[in-house]
């Protein structure tokens, strides 16, 4: 047997685990589904969404830690983080302030009940992650309106470790609108929750706001340069490999 592989009562502890995580996480979409649903005002409904979510991760004995919060601009500002499971959303959504709107790919609209939660949570939807010209003028629009919003620049995840290139709408958004864009480097989740996994598996979740790059910084004057250089501050504290690199 592999060194890395676990014996026969880890396997059972991690199944029954998963199956009691499993639960919590669905009572928990149940409690969300509710509150969206009766709690008036977008402002009030993400911050009721994000207490029931922070409670179902401390339900589930899962205890991130979240550090460099006091990186956030104060104001309309575009956040970048990488993408490793279906968990991440959840992380950014209980640990960010409510103002943040996330935004999702337009594919999420085909599940009539996902679509409805996270719209009533304040996600946007785009039909494309990259430099689609209606999506990039919306997101302009909505920042110079002082919104705050979130994406995974990836624009997907994969259960293979390690960051892909990042594409361009929300960097460019950020030069168009001219607000900083502040990385976001998450750890743990891939090994919790990975593509293709139904049952997670317990493990430390770390999450590190990492500071802003302003419209003063010399990457500010490229679409690419900017992408790259928040790619680049995330790899750093993540340690997973980059693939972008390998892909050439």
């Known amino acids: 047997m592999p060194p890395d592989m676990p014996g026969p009562a880890a396997r059972i502890a991690y199944s029954l685990y998963g199956i009691y995580a499993l639960v919590v996480f669905a009572l928990g979409v149940l409690a969300t589904v509710l509150a969206v649903t009766i709690t008036p005002g977008q402002e009030r409904r993400r911050r009721v969404v994000a207490r029931i979510i922070r409670a179902t991760f401390l339900s589930a004995g899962i205890r991130p830690s ?10 309309p500002c575009v956040v970048v983080a990488n993408h490793a499971s279906y ?25 009539p009940l996902v679509h409805f939660v996270l719209r009533r949570s304040g996600a946007r939807f785009v039909e494309r992650f990259g430099s689609g010209t209606r999506d990039v003028r ?3 629009r909505a920042a110079r309106d002082g919104a705050a919003l979130g ?5 997907t995840f994969i259960k293979t470790p390690g960051i892909l ?8 958004a950020a030069i168009k609108a001219e607000i900083p864009v502040a990385p ?5 989740t891939r090994r919790m929750l990975p593509a293709g996994r139904a049952l997670p598996r317990p493990g430390p979740i770390h999450v590190d706001v990492l500071p802003p790059i302003g419209p003063g910084a010399q990457e500010f004057d490229n679409t690419q340069e900017l992408a790259e250089a928040a790619r680049q501050r995330i790899l750093a504290v993540v340690g997973e490999p980059d693939l972008a690199q390998s892909a050439g």
């Open 87 to 111: 968990v991440d959303g959840l992380l950014l959504k209980a640990f960010l302030p409510p103002r943040f709107s996330f935004v999702i790919k337009g594919e999420m609209r085909n599940n």
């Open 151 to 155: 994406f995974f620049p990836e624009g």
């Open 66 to 75: 979240v550090r460099g919060l006091e990186h956030l601009p104060a104001g």
């Open 138 to 140: 919306e997101f302009v």
């Open 184 to 188: 976001i480097g998450i750890r743990g």
């Open 165 to 172: 290139r990042f594409r361009p709408g929300a960097f460019l």
